[in-house]
């Protein structure tokens, strides 16, 4: 898997007086089946998360409100993504290292996964990937 997988989606926006509607839609939006949706907030200042890859895992992230960016690699090459708008999703391909990190205090991140929750899913030890 390369990071050259991973981009940024845009979805559709409607802007008015009354305010903005974004949506999402399965098979147009997001490249796969959503089993999960979860989300991280109240992130103290100078935390991170992440710092694992997945093995199957597909995931699209939104910044919901506030931002954060978000360093992925893949191996070999890396991307830093700077996430700060609800109207586009960052998709993340298994086998790809990510640390998220700079969450502003007002940030909730919402995450839409490809599987449920599975521990064994996890690669903990960059090295790991790397092989
Ligand atoms: C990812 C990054 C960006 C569950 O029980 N179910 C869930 O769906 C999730 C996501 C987590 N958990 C439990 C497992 C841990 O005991 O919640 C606790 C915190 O999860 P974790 O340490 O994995 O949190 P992050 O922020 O390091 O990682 C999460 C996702 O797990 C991961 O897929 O890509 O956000």
């Known amino acids: 898997m390369s990071i050259s997988l991973c981009k940024i989606i845009n979805?559709?926006?409607?802007?008015?007086?009354?305010?903005?509607?974004?949506?999402?839609?399965?098979?147009?939006?997001?490249?796969?089946?959503i089993k999960r949706i979860y989300y991280i907030s109240e992130v103290p200042k100078f935390s991170d998360r992440g710092n694992h890859a997945h093995k199957k895992l597909k995931q699209i992230f939104i910044a919901i409100s506030g931002a954060f960016d978000i360093k992925l690699d893949d191996g070999n090459f890396s991307k830093v993504f700077h996430l700060n708008s609800k109207n586009k999703g960052l998709y993340i391909c298994p086998m790809i290292w990510r640390r998220m990190y700079n969450f502003s205090s007002d940030c909730t991140c919402l995450v839409l996964a490809s599987e449920k929750y599975h521990e064994d899913d996890y690669i903990w030890n960059y090295s790991d990937l790397k092989k």
Do not use: Y
């Open 11 to 33: 979805f559709p926006t409607f802007k008015e007086n009354r305010g903005s509607l974004s949506f999402i839609e399965g098979s147009n939006h997001v490249p796969f089946d």
